[in-house]
């Protein structure tokens, strides 16, 4: 008499990576602006900035380590030229396996406005961090983040 076992394999559906220029900010920011009980981690940087390229390993480490526990959103704001979405940002997301969503922000005529929007304390300097969480801002900081600290930030805001 032979036993068998039925093995069932079910594939999660994962949303395709958005990758995309966006020429105004409330676009972008609807993404994370939002009633979501989502924890969003937004990250402004760009091809061209060190500091942000440097950072960029830790954030996809968090990345990876929450985003299958359930209401993490990560989402990269370039500030690369439009221009540069196909030669530059496109190539550097590839060779870098960034997985999180990235959009290229390309309002620039209202730079100020968007950059106050998000933090009036913000100098607009990259790179930067915020945590977004039901339209609330949680965290803010400008300049380079370590894993250990966004790590420990993030513990603390789930």
């Known amino acids: 008499m032979g036993i068998f076992f ?6 999660t559906e994962t949303k395709p990576q958005t990758i995309a220029v966006k020429n105004k900010y ?3 920011f609807a993404t994370f602006k939002n009633d979501s009980d989502t924890l969003y981690v937004v990250n402004f940087w760009a091809t061209w900035c060190q500091p942000c390229i440097e ?4 954030f996809m480490k968090i990345n990876d380590e929450f985003k299958d526990q359930g209401k993490f959103k990560m989402i990269l704001v370039s500030l690369d030229k439009a221009t540069d979405l196909e030669t530059k940002v496109k ?3 590839k060779q870098n396996n960034i ?4 959009y290229v922000l390309a309002d620039n005529k209202r ?9 009036p304390h913000w100098s607009g300097a990259i790179p930067s961090t915020f ?13 380079k983040i370590s ?9 603390k805001l789930k």
């Open 131 to 143: 945590i977004y969480k039901s339209k609330k801002q949680l965290f803010f900081t400008e300049g």
């Open 147 to 155: 894993y250990t600290d966004l790590k420990s930030t993030l513990n």
């Open 111 to 119: 730079m100020n406005d968007w950059i106050t929007a998000l933090d």
């Open 26 to 28: 409330e676009d972008v």
């Open 6 to 11: 039925l093995v069932s394999c079910t594939k």
């Open 91 to 93: 190539t550097f997301i």
């Open 99 to 102: 997985t999180p969503d990235v």
């Open 55 to 58: 950072e960029l390993p830790d």
